[in-house]
C-alpha cells in the first residue's frame, strides 16, 4: 500500500498542478474528501468541486505554477511531501493586478489515501507570506490582517 500511495501522491502534483487537469481531481480526491490549510490556514474544502474552485483561482494566479516533489514517506495508507513551486504572478485571481512577480512557495502535505483517492490532505504553506510579497507589504504593516484569496 505504501508504494501506491507514493504513486497516487506523485501523480496528484504531476496531474493536478504541472498538468493541470482538473479532471484529476475527480480521478483522485474522493467525493466526501477533505482538504485542510489551503488557501487559508484555517480554510477546510469538502469535496472535488470545491477543490477545484481553489485550484482554478490559484491556476488564474499563476498559470506557469510547477511543483517539485521534494521528498515523499508513506506508511500504510497515511502519506507525507514536502513540495516547491515556482510561479509567476501573471492573473488577477487573487483579487489584485498581476505584478509579474517570480515566486518560489516551500510547503507540505500529509495525506490519507484509501481505495487509490485521497480521503483527507493537510497542508501547510506560507500562503500569507507569498500574498504580501507579491503585495509589496511588509508582515508589520498588516500585522493581525487575514489574507484571503477571493473566489473566481
Do not use: C
Not at 122 to 141: F, H, K, P
Request: proline share 5%; net charge negative; aromatic share 8%.
Amino acid at each position: 500500500m505504501s508504494e501506491q500511495s507514493k504513486q497516487l501522491t506523485r501523480r496528484w502534483f504531476e496531474q493536478v498542478w504541472n498538468q493541470q487537469r482538473e479532471e484529476a481531481i475527480d480521478e483522485m480526491f474522493a467525493p466526501g474528501g477533505r482538504a485542510y490549510g489551503f488557501p487559508e490556514p484555517s480554510s477546510v474544502l469538502v469535496g472535488p468541486e470545491s477543490f477545484k474552485s481553489v485550484h482554478r483561482t490559484f491556476l488564474g494566479a499563476f498559470p506557469d505554477l510547477h511543483i517539485s516533489v521534494n521528498e515523499i514517506v508513506s506508511e500504510g495508507d497515511r502519506v507525507a511531501v514536502t513540495w516547491t513551486a515556482t510561479m509567476t504572478h501573471l492573473g488577477d485571481t487573487l483579487g489584485f493586478a498581476p505584478t509579474m512577480k517570480k515566486e518560489t512557495l516551500h510547503g507540505s502535505s500529509f495525506m490519507t489515501i484509501r481505495d487509490g483517492q485521497i480521503h483527507d490532505g493537510t497542508n501547510y504553506m506560507e500562503m500569507q507570506g507569498l500574498i504580501l510579497r507579491l503585495q509589496g507589504t511588509s508582515v508589520a504593516a498588516i500585522a493581525g490582517q487575514p489574507t484571503a484569496i477571493a473566489a473566481p
